[in-house]
């Protein structure tokens, strides 16, 4: 079984990894962590709390206890994923702050040169936002926006969701029946 761990930051688009999780729960080992603000997020956007993000195989962690195992290079996580990312958490780890667990656990997933997927939703973008999305990609991170597409015309919200979801889990080499592949 692939071990993930799924980091959720105080940018808006909290629904995008509600759906990575369910779409993962089950399947995969899953480490959650969830920052302070991407608790406020849950709660304003979904109605939710970080304790919704439970069941088989699921361990959640606290966001300011650095000292647990996925701090740890050690630790052999097959990806971390972290959806939605916030500017602010992005910053932090493209400057190589490691103070929460998950600036550290994505600084560990660069550093031991594991995947990293983030993906970011802010708009629009400041210099400062586009050379710290650069310095990550060029760290070894593969930067994911939270842009959905158009053109497999979706109907409601959860298409939309569906759509950036799926490209996350193509991305952890995942099998995912949220979208078929593109036919013209
Ligand atoms: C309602 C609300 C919506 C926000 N949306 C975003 C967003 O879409 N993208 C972003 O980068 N920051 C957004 N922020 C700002 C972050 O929450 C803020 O920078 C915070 O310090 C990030 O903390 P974290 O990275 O530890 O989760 C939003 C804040 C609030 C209160």
């Known amino acids: 079984m692939k071990r993930f761990i799924l980091a959720i930051t105080g940018a808006s688009g909290v629904a995008y990894a509600v759906r990575l999780f369910d779409s993962l729960k089950g399947r995969a080992e899953l480490h959650v962590v969830v920052s302070e603000r ?3 997020l849950l709660q304003l956007e ?34 971390m994923v972290i959806v939605p990312a916030s500017m602010g958490t992005l910053g932090r780890i493209a400057a190589g702050v490691s103070e929460t667990l998950i600036e550290r656990a994505a600084d560990v997933m660069l550093k031991e040169k594991r ?45 939309m969701v569906d759509f950036v979801v799926a490209r996350i889990l193509d991305q952890l080499d995942m099998d995912q029946d949220l979208m078929k592949p593109y036919s013209p």
Do not use: C, W
């Open 46 to 79: 979904l109605g939710m709390t970080a304790a919704d993000f439970s069941g088989e195989g699921v361990t959640r962690h606290k966001n300011s206890k650095i000292n647990t195992a996925i701090a740890s290079g050690s630790f052999r996580a097959d990806a």
């Open 115 to 159: 995947k990293l997927i983030l993906v970011p939703r802010e708009a629009p973008f400041s210099t400062i936002h586009l050379k710290n999305l650069l310095a990550l990609d060029q760290a070894g991170a593969l930067v994911l926006p939270a842009s959905p597409g158009f053109y497999q015309k979706p109907q409601t919200v959860d298409d």
């Open 38 to 40: 991407g608790t406020e």
